[in-house]
């Protein structure tokens, strides 16, 4: 890497900040379709208006918009994607703003070890959770299909989906097996979002929910499969193995357990977007972390499970099986 490379990598923020900026003001939907100028732009969202131009006039630069006498215009892939008056808007970047502001403390958390986000999911408000709920679920409706496509479904009638948010990979499960009673397990006040996005997708009458909170309650019973995507991550050590006692006692006998997450190796600097990811897990929680191979396979042994085995996708995020015989 040459000294070159290494100043456009520390740089790389500006770009992204100019386009969080912009999401963040509402930009790209406030630019009709004919062509809107930066001073009808700042007056409309309440800006500045030689700042509102000179951060258009960036957008244009790097390709996010058009520019014609004077007019500013979306670009296809920005009105599809940045406007909220499209179908396929990404409302769910607003998550990624979010991080902007904890991971900006990533100094100090290292010099204290304290996250900069101390506040729990559940308290860090309603427009904080329903980005984060979208964005996890745009993410999660994309890939779902091809992360539970080759899992053996075949003796499988029930699942628990445990703080499965939007409730996208159990939408998957059904769509994979119509028979199969699935349910969401959440938080109280994640679940109302996690019914609206079920509803919205057409599984109202397909997928339950459950509400409670894993750290305090016991779950449900009686099913033939658990499920953790991206939950392992949010919680210490100590919390996981205490879960995953949980997820033992509510298996049917024979049944199995699914953990889907980053799952490093035994130095913790691969995969890379997972040694990265612990990073954000440093920042935006009290003790969440990317756990390696050895501590997940020895937390599920702990708690009773066995027939442990794991495959890792080309993305380097990890599905670890195991059975309650």
């Not at 998550?95 to 729990?120: R, Y």
């Not at 057409?202 to 997928?207: D, E, Q, S, T």
Request: charged residues 15%; contains cysteine.
């Amino acid at each position: 890497m040459n000294p070159f490379t290494i100043r456009e990598f520390a740089s790389s923020f500006q770009k992204s900040r100019i386009l969080l900026s912009a999401f963040e003001l509402d930009i790209f939907t406030a630019i009709e379709e004919t062509g809107t100028p930066s001073h009808q732009i700042a007056a409309n969202l309440h800006l500045d208006e030689h700042a509102c131009e000179r951060l258009l006039n960036a957008l244009v630069s790097l390709g996010f918009l058009t520019k014609q006498d004077q007019l500013f215009l979306n670009t296809a892939v920005s009105f599809n994607f940045l406007s909220k008056n499209s179908a396929n808007y990404l409302g769910g970047l607003m998550h990624t703003n979010h991080l902007w502001n904890t991971w900006s403390h990533l100094t100090q958390v290292v010099k204290s070890g304290a996250s900069a986000q101390p506040a729990e999911i559940n308290a860090r408000g309603d427009d904080w959770l329903v980005s984060f709920i979208t964005a996890m679920h745009d993410r999660a409706i994309k890939q779902a299909p091809q992360q539970l496509a080759n899992i053996d479904l075949t003796g499988i009638n029930s699942l628990l989906d445990i703080g499965g948010g939007s409730g996208a990979f159990s939408m998957e499960f059904v769509n994979r097996k119509p028979t199969l009673e699935a349910t969401v397990f959440d938080l109280p006040n994640v679940v109302p979002i996690t019914e609206s996005f079920i509803a919205k997708e057409g599984f109202a009458n397909k997928i339950k929910t459950y509400t409670g909170d894993y750290t305090t309650d016991e779950l449900p019973g009686g099913f033939d499969l658990v499920f953790l995507s991206a939950i392992i991550h949010s919680n210490s050590l100590e919390v996981n193995q205490q879960l995953i006692k949980k997820c033992y006692g509510a298996v049917n006998k024979g049944g199995k357990i699914i953990i889907q997450d980053w799952i490093m190796n035994n130095e913790r600097t691969q995969p890379t977007a997972g040694a990265i990811f612990a990073i954000n897990m440093l920042v935006g929680t009290e003790a969440g972390d990317c756990f390696t191979e050895q501590e997940v396979t020895g937390m599920l042994a702990v708690a009773g499970f066995s027939n442990i085995s794991r495959i890792e996708f080309d993305s380097g995020l990890s599905q670890v099986t195991a059975q309650k015989h």
